[in-house]
Every structure is written in C-alpha cells, then in structure tokens.
C-alpha cells in the first residue's frame, strides 16, 4: 500500500518558521518529481512547490523566496522549510508527486499562521 505521511505542522507565530516532512511507503518515488500542495479554507488546493527527480525546484509566487523544497532520496522524504511564515499561508499541506495522483492524497499536516 502506497502512503504519504505529511508532518510537521502547527501553531506559528506570523514571521515564524516551520519544517515540514513527507515520509513515503509502499513504493520508491525516486524517479518521480514530487511537490507540496495546500488548501486553505474555502479554496481549491494549489500546487506551491515542486522538486524534480533531479532536485531542480520551483515555487509559486506566493511562498517564493520564503519556502525552500528539498528531498532525500535514500530516505524516500520530501521536505519543505517554511519561513517567513504569514496568516495567508494558514492551510493543510499535502505532498503528490507532480502531476498529482488521485491514489496518493494523504491526511496533510495543518498549519496555521495566528497572534
């Protein structure tokens, strides 16, 4: 069975910084460009980061020079340093690999940005 893991979420400060994680099962993604995506509240889920299998990146505008997305292969993990953090960024974050799979939504981690 194929999972994704989010983790790392919570409570933060605007201005804060969180570390997020994706622990991969069930399958090597290796070979796959992998990305995190968010949801806030009342709004479709958007990819914000991608890595490919190489480890080149990008961001969206929104999270650009504030979040940096990294893998480890050998660990089958995907990361994502958010710093900088601001209440817009408040969502549950998931990783995909990019294109996204139907089959491989996992639960997310929330994260929200609040005084």
């Known amino acids: 069975q194929v999972q994704l893991v989010e983790s790392g979420g919570g409570l933060v400060q605007p201005g804060g910084s969180l570390r997020l994680s994706c622990a991969a099962s069930?399958?090597?993604?290796?070979?796959?460009?992998m990305g995190w995506y968010r949801q806030a509240p009342g709004k479709q889920r958007e990819l914000v980061a991608g890595?490919?299998?190489?480890?080149?990146?990008n961001y969206a505008e929104s999270v650009k020079d504030r979040f940096t997305i990294s893998r480890d292969n050998a660990k089958n993990t995907v990361y994502r340093q958010m710093n900088s953090l601001k209440p817009e960024d408040t969502a549950v974050y998931y990783c995909?690999?990019?294109?996204?799979?139907?089959?491989?939504w996992g639960q997310g981690t929330q994260v929200t940005v609040s005084s």
């Open positions: 069930g399958r090597n993604f290796r070979f796959n460009a």
């Open positions: 890595i490919t299998m190489r480890g080149i990146t």
């Open positions: 995909n690999t990019v294109p996204q799979l139907a089959g491989y």
